[in-house]
Every structure is written in structure tokens, then in C-alpha cells.
């Protein structure tokens, strides 16, 4: 469901039947974010790139929004901008490095979202994070997981944000959407997942965070 293709200021209104609870609860989402990763069953886990330790990461932070409907929870997302220096044109969480004035990881992730999404940190409650994630461009991200409820309104920052679109959990939770694929530069392969959905192709750093989501929520019931 594409939110936001235009810079524009847009209402997301509520009907009744957003009043109707998810299929998978805020309580439950908070609960299994405190579950140990490590604990879980790893399976075919593809291995996570991890900085040597020698490379001082820059710190960042993204918002996972899980936005709260009738037919169950949806995760927000958005497409980069094709002109950007940086991950042009490929889908992400909001968020961003952190800032000197950010008072926490969670302050960046909720300062960066409504600079770039135009939602309001007052609408996003935080339920938890997932462990940090390190990118090969240097990177440590920190996802900080937060819950919307509609009706809540948006205006993309046109020079970052393309779209804004939300993909249902259950997509997220199902293992058969999560593609395993490699790539070799420079006799160095690298290991990513994929998630296409609707035309589009959910990968990289932002699919790893979502399996990592997956893990957490549906595994090891």
C-alpha cells in the first residue's frame, strides 16, 4: 500500500474497523523483543556482517514502525530518493546517524523519521530494539522498534524520500518470503537477503533487519 509517492501533506484516516485489535498484540511484540537472539534457533541464519576491531563504527538509528490496522500490523517503509549519494533509490527504515545533540538512539530514530516521513515523535510509542547492525559503508545501526496508530498524517522531505509504502507483517513473518542471496567483489562475497513484494525489492541491510524481526516474533514459540 503506497502511502506517499509526491512531497505532500497526507491524512491516514481511521475507520472502524482499524478499531479492531491486531492479530498480534502490542504486549506480545514488547515481550518477545527482550528474548535473546542468540538462543534462538539459528537454522539456515545467514552469517551477519560484523565491523573488525579495529574500525570505529559511526553510530546511526532507524525506526521500525509498526502501524497498527485491521487486517494486522503493517511495517512502514520508505524508498530513497534516486539522486542521493548513499543507498540511492533502495527501500529503508527512516532514520540516520546519530546526531551530537541526540540524546539517545532513540531520539535519533525518532528525530530522523519525522524529518523524513513528517510523522510525529508524540505518535510513535517505542516497544523495544533489535540488536545492532552493522553495514559494510561503516555503519552500527541500532533499530528502534515503535508502534502507530492511525490516523496519523505524513509529509516526505522530498529530497530524501521518494515513497512511503507499508508491507504487512504476516509477509514479514512468513520464512518463504526471505531470499538468500551472495555477491562477490573483489574475492569478497557477501551474503543479503531479499524480500520482493508488489514490484519491489526489500534487500540488503533493511531485509536483514526484517529477518532479524522474524526471528524474534515467530521463532522459537
Known amino acids: 500500500m503506497s502511502l506517499a509517492s509526491r512531497p505532500r501533506t497526507l491524512t491516514i484516516a481511521m475507520t472502524e474497523v482499524d478499531l479492531i485489535a491486531p492479530h498480534i ?124 496508530e492511525p490516523p496519523f498524517s505524513l509529509a516526505p522531505d522530498p529530497f530524501e524520500v521518494a515513497e512511503i509504502f507499508e508491507v504487512p507483517l504476516n509477509f514479514i513473518l512468513d520464512p518463504a518470503n526471505h531470499r538468500r542471496n551472495s555477491r562477490t567483489v573483489d574475492d569478497c562475497t557477501r551474503h543479503f537477503y531479499s524480500m520482493p513484494w508488489e514490484g519491489r525489492n526489500i534487500w540488503g541491510a533493511t531485509a536483514g533487519m526484517l529477518h532479524t524481526l522474524y526471528r524474534l516474533l515467530a521463532q522459537g514459540n
Open 25 to 148: 498484540s502490542r504486549q506480545i511484540v514488547t515481550d518477545r523483543l527482550k528474548r535473546d537472539i542468540t538462543r534462538l534457533p539459528a537454522g539456515d541464519a545467514l552469517p551477519l556482517y560484523r565491523h573488525p576491531p579495529e574500525r570505529v563504527p559511526v553510530p546511526a538509528a532507524v525506526l521500525v514502525p509498526l502501524v497498527n490496522r485491521a487486517s494486522g500490523l503493517q511495517v512502514l517503509l520508505t524508498q530513497r530518493t534516486a539522486h542521493l549519494n548513499d543507498h540511492a533509490g533502495q527501500i529503508s527504515f527512516p532514520g540516520g546517524r546519530v546526531d551530537a545533540g541526540d540524546v539517545d538512539r532513540i531520539d535519533t530514530a525518532l528525530r530522523e523519521t519525522e524529518e523524513e516521513t513528517g510523522l510525529p515523535r508524540t505518535h510513535v510509542e517505542v516497544l523495544g530494539f533489535l540488536p545492532d547492525y552493522d553495514i559494510m559503508t561503516g555503519f552500527r545501526v541500532t533499530p528502534v522498534v515503535g508502534w502507530v
